[in-house]
């Protein structure tokens, strides 16, 4: 894939330094050619390919003049890029939404259902449909279809599920953003919409709620345990918003088809790096676990992120499922698309010797690492870029990980971008790390998915430099994959 050039304009004391950039563009991550793009929408498994629909700017590289962008995969790491599905108009802007396959008697076409913001301030839901897979849409004459007559009524999510009574409807789900408020409608025909109830207000003030899914999942792969899980997206506003900035959360309960009931208070973290957003599953994915996309950023610096003409870019795909962990129900993501095979084809499981070690390796590469930390000690690993590092290390007393990113890139981006983030590891247990490096895109999946980090990074497009130190010298299975199709070591 092509790599773009941004300048950056850096400061040390009184002397401002001009350096050049490179960010690659993603090779198995979704990023659009050109232009900006956020959230995912409309994700669905259909006829064989797996389709996303996206917050998208046809105009330009900032926020602005939202429609839906289109994008279809057989495999879900080579993406095919299509034209505009939903274009905004003077009136009507086109926010977040899903799509479901509506197959009857008398239909057989995909419906998506969607936020429309219009330009007197009003956001309400509107329908188009399609009858070509998905390539062209035609809004309904009778939009909106559901309206609160809100300002920030948004983001439905429309998924199928049985009633109190057991008779299969649609049901919707949607936000009061500023109320911090979930609400639950219900549909025979995807026309007329009956409010069922509310989830929320809960968990930290001062934020927004958006993007809400609810799937239902078997614990322990035990299906006479399931449990349902709420996910939403954060947003920090106000003048003192916390400058962590955006970020996923989940609540583990039940639902009834008419009302969300959660099994403790508050809100859990879905991802506990800072680039995390919007999250929401495949509707008829093949496999019997929900897989989720979610966008890289986030809102805090969005915008001033150095690619060109591109900006924004999709996760992995990640296959959900809840362990019982520390006496209660985790939601666990497993991340898809990583070839298995190719990160065995290179293997080192040599001790690591006082002094470490350390290798070069592509800015598209997977490193898988495992270890004992009851023999190693603290163990960390460090990678170096044109400018910038990113830290990832664990300590055996407090069994937390940490990724740390930095550097002058970093520091010229935005005072917030630079960070420290911690997940909680059991400190005694081994320890494995299955790390993508996709240009500017880090995922950090810490033992088979149970702790989970996104960041973006700014290692540049040429060789990174890694290496890793222990306490005590120990024995480190490295395995290390090239993404472009080349392992170096």
Known sequence: MPAYRAELRLMAGSLHHTAELRVPRPIIHFAPERHWMNDPNGLIHHQGRWHVYFQFNPEGNEWGNMSWGHASSSDLLSWTEHPVALRYSPTEQIYSGSIVHDQTSEHDRLRAIYTSAYSNGKQAQSEATSSDGGMTWTRSPHNPILDRGTSNFRDPKVIRCADPEGRERWILLAVEAEDRQVLFY????????????????????????????LVRLPLDEDPERARWVLTLSTNPVGDEADREGSSMSYVV??????????????????????????????????????IMLGWMSNWQYADQIPSAPWRGAMSLPRELSLRELGGR???????LGLDEALLRSDVSSAPVPAGGASWNLSVHSVIDLAWDPRVTGNAKLVLRGQSDFVEVTHDTNSGELTIRRGGRASEAVHPDFPSLISMPLDPSAPVRLLICLDGPLLEVFANGGEQVASHLVLLGGGAVSASITTDRPALITVAVGDLAGESQR
């Open 186 to 213: 219900g549909s025979d025909d995807l026309e007329t919409w009956d409010y069922l109830s509310s989830f929320g207000p809960t968990g930290p003030v001062g934020v927004v709620w958006e993007c809400p899914d």
């Open 253 to 290: 309960g039940d639902f009834d088809g008419h009302t969300f009931t959660a099994e403790a208070p508050g809100l859990r973290r879905l991802d506990h790096g800072r680039d995390f957003y919007a999250g929401v599953t495949f509707a008829d994915a093949p496999s019997d676990a929900p």
């Open 329 to 335: 129900a985790q939601l666990v993501q497993r991340p």
